[in-house]
């Protein structure tokens, strides 16, 4: 049977952009490709390239921004540490939600989590001489390595894939003997594959931050959005699962992007450590007369790259913090939309002989949410990625988030109801289309 689309444009839009190694395209090459042949054809694609949040933001922060523009906030300058009633409310979120104690003063307001990220590896990257690279728990956000790039720093990476668990100790210390590594980087959950490093693989990375002197970076994008438990009550457990219970030198980062559906106001808050915050280093004080580390992170590196966070946005993170904390604002209850989101796109991917790539946390299945990993038996990603584009469905090949694994990255955020029928008819011809040996 013919596929969907019609196979002659999509032919020729693929050759325009004269991509050499599909597996490796771009995010923004996909959606373009998809862009064009939807407007060459008229017929509608199922868009699981992007991750672009897209749920109404919450009232409660619109609100709180409005108020304060109103009462005048544009035109001042905001404190460089952050709003204090800011740095309060995301010190008290971190005790509701994680049960760690951090002070007000480590939590400060940053221009989206990939500020957050590129100040932290810039700091890190300066704190002593013979630690100038920075160890990626992949698979992983592209952007990031993207950042490191900018920085002119080094990375070196590994797929978890086949390391989870005990395992995670020994792979962990072959980078960490070399005495290189400034800073450890990971997203839980995991941000392409959704697993979730547990409990016993965070203490195993919290213990060797201790004893090899490394900064954990846990990068919080998701918060508490593992919806096989309940993470969305205030000061009651089970709580977000994090390192920070197992080292004491570590920056959390928390996004108001998603779990907060507020990504276009660009505001998330980097937490760090008591510890991390007051401590000094000798190549910090040589190189801006203040050697700790939480002022040379504010005052000096967030200080020369943005001078501050957003004033307003800054009122409605805390509002919606406050209200998190105060259990008058259920956070967790709009986004489950990508959950369910994620459980039909699956159970209609696996009916039509897809597997979930990363389909595990050791014994246990990955939950659903923003992001899932199918494969096709016998396909790479790449040709995979290639061939779904002939059926209207777009994603990324896991080839470009530093997994080594033959798959692709499909999010659920751009899936719109009326597509679930859709997909599965052009899922059932790809199956017919491709039988299995
Ligand atoms: C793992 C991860 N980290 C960070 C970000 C960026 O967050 P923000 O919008 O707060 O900059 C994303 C966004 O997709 C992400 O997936």
Redo the contacts with the bound molecule.
């Keep these: 049977m013919n596929p969907p689309i019609d196979s002659t444009v999509v032919q020729s839009v693929i050759d325009q952009f004269n991509i050499p190694d599909f597996g490796n395209a771009t995010i923004r090459e996909v959606v373009a490709i998809s862009g064009q042949i939807e407007k060459l054809t008229g017929q509608e694609f199922i868009h699981m390239e992007m ?1 672009v949040p897209g749920l109404p933001a919450p009232k409660v922060a619109v609100e709180a921004e409005i108020e304060a523009l109103k009462n005048g906030v544009a035109s001042i300058y905001p404190v460089i540490d952050g709003l204090p009633e800011l740095k309060e409310e995301a010190s008290r979120f971190i005790k509701a939600f994680i049960d760690i104690d951090v002070l007000p003063q480590g939590c400060v307001p940053v221009v ?3 500020q957050g ?1 590129f100040t932290s590896f810039l700091v890190c990257g300066q704190c002593d001489e013979k630690k100038d690279t920075i160890l990626f728990i992949d698979p992983g ?1 592209p952007v990031q390595k993207m950042q490191i790039g900018v920085l002119g720093y080094k990375s070196v990476s590994f797929d978890v894939y086949h390391y989870r668990g005990k395992k995670l100790k020994n792979k962990l210390e072959e980078y960490l003997q070399k005495g290189n590594i400034a800073a450890i980087i990971y ?1 839980n959950p995991n ?1 392409p594959a959704w697993f979730c490093l547990n409990d016993e693989e965070l203490q195993i990375i919290g213990g060797l931050s201790m004893k090899y002197d490394v900064v954990v970076l846990e ?1 919080l ?1 998701y918060f508490a959005m593992d919806f096989r438990r309940d993470l969305g009550t205030p000061f009651q457990p089970p709580f977000q699962v994090s390192v920070a219970k197992y080292t004491d030198y570590y920056i959390l980062l928390i ?3 998603k779990a907060f559906s507020y ?1 276009g106001q ?1 505001i ?1 808050v980097v937490a760090i450590s008591d510890k991390l915050y007051q401590r000094t280093y000798p190549a910090l004080q040589a190189r801006y007369g203040i050697g700790t580390f939480g002022s040379v992170f504010i005052h000096r590196a967030l200080y020369a790259i943005s001078s501050g966070t957003s004033h307003s946005a800054q009122y409605a993170l805390a509002a919606v913090m406050k209200a998190a904390n105060e259990g008058r604002f259920h956070f967790l209850d709009d986004v489950k939309e990508y959950a369910r989101r994620a459980k039909r796109m699956k159970e209609i991917f696996l009916e039509n002989n897809f597997e979930i790539v990363y389909d595990k946390d050791l014994d246990e299945k990955v939950g659903d949410g923003f992001y899932f990993t199918i494969r096709y038996p016998g396909m790479a990603g790449g040709e995979l990625m290639r061939e779904l584009i002939f059926y209207g469905i777009s994603a990324i090949s896991l080839a470009t988030t530093g997994s080594e694994q033959e798959g692709l990255r499909a999010c659920t955020s751009f899936i719109k109801d009326h597509q679930y029928d859709l997909l599965a008819e052009r899922l059932k011809i790809f199956k017919e289309n491709h039988p299995l040996a």
Excluded: E, V
Aim: aromatic share 6%; charged share 10%; net charge neutral.
């Design positions: 991750g989206g989590s990939m990220t956000f997203s941000n990068d994008a996004s108001g992007s990504a660009r998330g």
